[in-house]
């Protein structure tokens, strides 16, 4: 094993003000839209402090509930959040730091995760949190209506 630390990075932008990007993950809404397209999130915990925890578990329609868990680290509002994620079944903590930036009317969202064990693992968040994201810009998106 190497000592290179296996991460990934991605950008994207939403139509909402950076204010209403941040708080949807700091608020039990999260659970409508983490998680792939066919998971279904539920918020089991939910302390939106520094040193606060939180636990989701993701019910998947073919297979055993999987959840994860971590605590917050820094919370700037509305350009910073940072947290652990830790995967009950891997019990292998990761670190996930969150960017908010005001882009027009919109915000550009950067994720940086990190701290894998496998490219594998990194190749199957970064094709969750893509997915996460999608469902992310229709719940903001419904939330401005």
């Known amino acids: 094993m190497s000592d290179t630390v296996l991460s990934l990075e991605i950008i994207r932008r939403f139509e909402a003000p950076p204010e209403r990007v941040f708080d949807a993950w700091l608020s039990k809404s999260w659970g409508d ?4 397209r066919a998971v279904k999130g539920e918020v089991t915990l939910l ?3 520094v040193g606060g925890r939180y636990r989701v578990v993701m019910h998947r329609p073919d297979d055993p509930p999987l959840t994860v868990e971590g605590v917050y680290r820094e919370i700037v509002r509305p350009t910073k959040l940072v947290f652990t994620w830790t995967w009950m079944h891997e019990e292998r903590e990761t670190l996930v730091r ?4 005001p882009v027009g009317a919109g915000t550009e969202m950067t994720i940086h995760h990190e701290g894998f064990s496998t490219t594998e693992r990194r190749d ?3 094709n969750g949190w893509n997915g996460t994201f999608d469902k992310l810009a229709a719940y903001l998106a419904e939330g401005a209506k």
């Open 33 to 36: 839209w983490i998680g792939p």
């Open 47 to 49: 302390e939106p402090k």
């Open 98 to 101: 969150l960017t908010f930036r």
């Open 124 to 126: 199957g968040h970064n």
